[in-house]
């Protein structure tokens, strides 16, 4: 067997791994880093290995038996930018208060807005403040993924269509809700009232 296939044997069981974690493996075999960046090129080009970004990949033989599982997915999307946590559409979706089909992986995170596309999928990522960067859970399972509340996930996406709620009032909410095609009705009624709450208060100290 060769080096080339005995790292990806090695590395066949990992949700993820960076260019790091090779040369690591590598130096048990006495091998330059040149000769593992090649490596990684043929595997790239071969399709054995996926980049979900610069310096950090996934094999095909992994991705593919996990690519269905909606678990995997919100957790790649939190290790890709740290820190992160699921929210607006995709934590609608996923709490099934909206029927809009969603293709994008949208997540809010402190840094700087970023998107990543790769065959994985694709990951939006939208900065908010750091006082906003809360109202999530971690959620444990064969994958653990930070993703906001039902309340969360709606005062996002709002707080992202509006431009920050600029020059928005509150009596709009319930129309701009229609707008959206949500019916909060469907939501548990705690989560309801927080997510007035949240509105209400954040409009009162930012109007």
């Given at each position: 067997m060769?080096?080339?296939?005995?790292?990806?044997?090695?590395?066949?069981?990992?949700?993820?791994?960076?260019?790091?974690?090779?040369?690591?493996?590598?130096?048990?075999?006495?091998?330059?880093?040149?000769?593992?960046?090649?490596?990684?090129?043929?595997?790239?080009?071969?399709k054995?290995?996926?980049?979900?970004?610069?310096?950090?990949?996934?094999?095909?033989?992994y991705?593919?038996?996990?690519?269905?599982?909606?678990?995997?997915?919100?957790?790649?999307?939190?290790?890709?930018?740290?820190?992160?946590?699921?929210?607006?559409?995709?934590?609608?979706?996923?709490?099934?208060?909206t029927?809009?089909?969603?293709?994008?992986?949208?997540?809010?995170?402190?840094k700087?807005?970023?998107?990543?596309?790769?065959k994985?999928?694709?990951?939006?990522?939208?900065?908010?403040?750091?006082?906003?960067?809360?109202?999530?859970?971690?959620?444990?399972?064969?994958?653990?993924?930070?993703?906001?509340?039902?309340?969360?996930?709606?005062?996002?996406?709002?707080?992202?269509?509006?431009?920050?709620?600029?020059?928005?009032?509150l009596?709009?909410?319930?129309?701009?809700?229609?707008?959206?095609?949500i019916?909060?009705?469907?939501?548990?009624?705690?989560?309801?009232?927080?997510?007035?709450?949240?509105?209400?208060?954040?409009?009162?100290?930012?109007?």
């Amino acid at each position: 067997m060769k080096y080339r296939e005995i790292l990806i044997e090695q590395l066949k069981n990992l949700p993820y791994f960076h260019k790091k974690t090779v040369y690591q493996l590598s130096d048990q075999y006495g091998l330059k880093k040149g000769t593992v960046d090649s490596y990684i090129s043929k595997s790239l080009v071969q399709k054995e290995i996926i980049q979900f970004k610069k310096g950090m990949y996934v094999t095909t033989f992994y991705f593919e038996k996990n690519k269905n599982d909606v678990a995997y997915t919100f957790y790649l999307a939190n290790i890709l930018r740290q820190p992160s946590y699921v929210s607006s559409w995709t934590a609608l979706q996923y709490y099934d208060l909206t029927t809009e089909a969603i293709y994008t992986i949208t997540s809010v995170t402190s840094k700087i807005t970023r998107d990543y596309h790769s065959k994985a999928g694709n990951f939006v990522y939208h900065s908010i403040k750091k006082d906003l960067f809360s109202g999530f859970s971690l959620v444990k399972g064969n994958f653990d993924f930070f993703i906001a509340s039902p309340s969360k996930a709606l005062f996002d996406l709002m707080y992202f269509k509006t431009n920050q709620f600029k020059g928005f009032r509150l009596e709009q909410v319930n129309a701009l809700l229609d707008d959206l095609r949500i019916d909060i009705d469907e939501m548990d009624k705690k989560e309801r009232e927080k997510f007035y709450t949240v509105i209400k208060n954040y409009l009162k100290q930012n109007g």
